[in-house]
Antibody, heavy 118, light 112 residues
Framework: EVQLLESGGGLVQPGGSLRLSCAASGFTFTTYAMGWVRQAPGKGLEWVSTISENGINTHYADSVKGRFTISRDNSKNTVHLQMISLRVEDTAVYYC???????????WGQGALVTVSS | DAVLTQTPLSSPVTLGQPASISCRSSQNLVHSDGNTYLNWLQQRPGQPPRLLIYKISNRFSGVPDRFSGSGAGTDFTLKISRVEAEDVGVYYCMQVTQFPRTFGQGTKVEIK
């Protein structure tokens, strides 16, 4: 059974940093690119970032470019999202999902809530 | 960027009646490999998104056959043949053909 479990969410002050993790299981992790999607309270879905299967290629939304860094550890089946210089508008539930593969965005985690507030 | 525009944004439906959601892209979503990576997602209240349809018209595992997708190029449609109570939620189209990935604004399906 495919499972994606996010962790690392929490409350942080504007300008602060946070690192999200997504632990994957139930599939061959190295055959999938992985992505992060976020959803601000009461709003729609916004793609944030994607990392390729081998971690070499990364893509970012303009809204987070230069502040967020996606990485993965294929030995631990984990993908990370390092977030710095956080803004109030980064407040959202962050979901990880399988990106490029046989079927894209087929499995999603339960999400991690990030709240940026003073 | 491929901007996805959904209509309607709200769809009150009587149980057992059909519902239809349109998704129009500002760019052609055909990938260089010939596939069109247009997904439909359902998000029930308090839940993460769930994939319903991928590559325009392919139902994902476990999705009831009352859900169907169609379209090509820039115009796509999700249809629910007979709405059930469990179908209440917000529906999003999403394109995975190009970066950045983009979503439609979401269509809220509710029971009249």
């Amino acid at each position: 059974e495919v499972q994606l479990l996010e962790s690392g969410g929490g409350l942080v002050q504007p300008g602060g940093s946070l690192r999200l993790s997504c632990a994957a299981s139930g599939f061959t992790f190295t055959t999938y690119a992985m992505g992060w999607v976020r959803q601000a309270p009461g709003k729609g879905l916004e793609w944030v970032s994607t990392i390729s299967e081998n971690g070499i290629n990364t893509h970012y939304a303009d809204s987070v470019k230069g502040r967020f860094t996606i990485s993965r550890d294929n030995s631990k089946n984990t993908v990370h999202l390092q977030m710095i210089s956080l803004r109030v508008e980064d407040t959202a539930v962050y979901y990880c999902a399988r990106d490029v593969g046989v079927v894209m965005y087929d499995y999603w985690g339960q999400g991690a809530l990030v709240t940026v507030s003073s | 960027d491929a901007v996805l525009t959904q209509t309607p944004l709200s769809s009150p439906v009587t149980l057992g009646q059909p519902a239809s959601i349109s998704c129009r892209s500002s760019q052609n979503l055909v990938h260089s490999d010939g596939n069109t990576y247009l997904n439909w997602l359902q998000q029930r209240p308090g839940q993460p998104p769930r994939l319903l349809i991928y590559k325009i018209s392919n139902r994902f595992s476990g999705v009831p056959d009352r859900f169907s997708g169609s379209g090509a190029g820039t115009d796509f449609t999700l249809k629910i043949s007979r709405v059930e109570a469990e179908d209440v939620g917000v529906y999003y189209c999403m394109q995975v053909t190009q970066f950045p990935r983009t979503f439609g604004q979401g269509t809220k399906v509710e029971i009249k």
